[in-house]
């Protein structure tokens, strides 16, 4: 049982470039999303997903796509990655009902140049 | 979305108990209190969590208010690795919020421990 696995671990990015970090989860869990964190703040969410076909936005979703074709994966995209961009990615899932306890990734560390 | 505040940060004498509060003024029935840690350099994990009474896990205690409109995480005996980030937030997860499950996480309380 891995839990929650995202790759890569760490990224480095010239300004203009695409990318994907993948997200996989064994658990059979519908509820996925994404968070990002930068310096000494807390997390983010861009975006979320209650089941494969659905998603919808976060707090911060621009500049970033997400899609949910299986209920294992969900990759989050960058199509023009911005020096803004540079941050730490977690992504989490859960059971979707009842109390929900989220179980995070290890993170993906991303650096756009 | 419910909302949460907790102290920006907190210190404690390792071994002694310590007693991290979170208010949730506009917490509804249907809102289940999540606590999560993240350790330095890692991802967020799951701490505890309750809905009205309180909860014991081998991690730490929850004490929920009787008005539910706030909380408390209890660490009995602090230790060294008891370090880190800890975020209290609100989760109602019911077919009637269906595609409404912004889950969000404010900046926590970062608790530091004293040797």
């Known amino acids: 049982n891995a839990g929650v696995t995202q790759t890569p671990k760490f990224q480095v990015l010239k300004t203009g470039q695409s990318m994907t970090l993948q997200c996989a989860q064994d658990m059979n869990h519908e509820y996925m999303s994404w968070y990002r964190q930068d310096p000494g703040m807390g997390l983010r969410l861009i975006h979320y997903s209650v089941g494969a076909g659905i998603t919808d936005q976060g707090e911060v979703p621009n500049g970033y796509n997400v899609s949910r074709s299986t209920t294992e994966d969900f990759p989050l995209r960058l199509l023009s990655a911005a020096p803004s961009q540079t941050s730490v990615y977690f992504c989490?899932?859960?059971?979707?009902?009842?109390?929900?306890?989220?179980?995070f990734g290890e993170g993906s560390r991303l650096t756009v140049l | 979305d419910a909302k949460t505040t907790q102290p920006n940060s907190m210190e404690s004498n390792e071994e002694e108990p310590v007693h991290l509060p979170c208010n949730h003024s506009?917490?509804?029935?249907?809102?289940?209190i999540h606590w999560y840690r993240q350790l330095p350099s890692q991802g967020p994990e799951y701490v505890i969590h309750?809905?009205?009474s309180n909860v014991n896990n081998r991690m730490a205690s929850l004490a929920i208010a009787e008005d539910r409109k706030s909380s408390t995480l209890i660490l009995h005996r602090a230790t060294l690795r008891d370090a880190a980030v800890y975020y209290c937030i609100l989760r109602v997860v019911s077919i009637s919020n269906f595609g409404n499950e912004k889950l969000t996480f404010g900046t926590g309380t970062r608790l530091t421990i004293i040797p």
């Open positions: 506009t917490i509804s029935g249907t809102d289940y």
């Open positions: 989490a899932s859960s059971y979707y009902m009842g109390p929900g306890e989220l179980f």
């Open positions: 309750g809905l009205t």
